[in-house]
């Protein structure tokens, strides 16, 4: 739903599975934002990265996603970001006020979708893509191109074989 954020159409609120409250009303301890470092199946313990330690009855950890940025120069540079979590999300709006273009690494879902977003926020965006057509873990050759032609007559630009 971050592509959602994204291009505008619907806020954070909108998106939250559940809020914070929920969790307490359901006897869930939630921390958020300092990662586990360690954790003692034997003692029924967790240890984060602050170096906090708390004990468990059962325990879920949520681990993100951690996209496949390819080793290119400018990496660091502002405004280039990957798209997982609504950091992302902020520095690509943030971008999308700033500056009227954008390029998209990755034609898959994902940078389809960013893609979008950026466009409906005004920008005239390109995505290069490594392989010869879109999406091409979902999609067959023909099906790839019917996509790639159908954003390119909504006003995309695409880069294959990049």
């Known amino acids: 739903m971050l592509s959602s954020v994204l291009a505008g159409e619907k806020s954070v609120d909108d998106i939250v599975i559940n809020p914070r409250a929920w969790y307490d009303d359901n006897f869930?301890?939630?921390?958020?934002?300092?990662?586990?470092?360690?954790?003692?199946?034997?003692?029924?313990?967790?240890?984060?990265?602050?170096?906090?330690?708390?004990?468990?009855?059962?325990l879920l950890l949520a681990t993100r996603s951690k996209p496949i940025v390819p080793p290119i120069p400018g990496l660091n540079l502002p405004g280039v970001c990957a798209f997982r979590d609504l950091r992302d999300v902020d520095t690509m709006i943030a971008a999308s006020e700033t500056y009227q273009r954008a390029v998209v690494i990755g034609g898959g879902l994902l940078g389809l979708e960013a893609?979008?977003?950026?466009?409906?926020?005004?920008?005239?965006?390109?995505?290069?893509?490594?392989?010869?057509?879109?999406?091409?873990?979902?999609?067959?050759?023909?099906?790839?191109?019917?996509?790639?032609?159908?954003?390119?007559?909504?006003?995309?630009?695409?880069?294959?074989?990049?």
């Open 28 to 58: 869930i301890t939630l921390h958020a934002g300092d990662p586990a470092a360690a954790i003692d199946t034997k003692a029924r313990t967790v240890t984060s990265q602050s170096g906090k330690t708390v004990p468990f009855d059962r």
């Open 115 to 162: 893609a979008w977003g950026l466009k409906r926020r005004g920008m005239a965006v390109a995505v290069v893509h490594l392989m010869p057509t879109l999406m091409e873990r979902q999609l067959d050759e023909t099906a790839g191109k019917l996509l790639q032609r159908d954003l390119t007559e909504r006003g995309g630009a695409f880069f294959t074989n990049g």
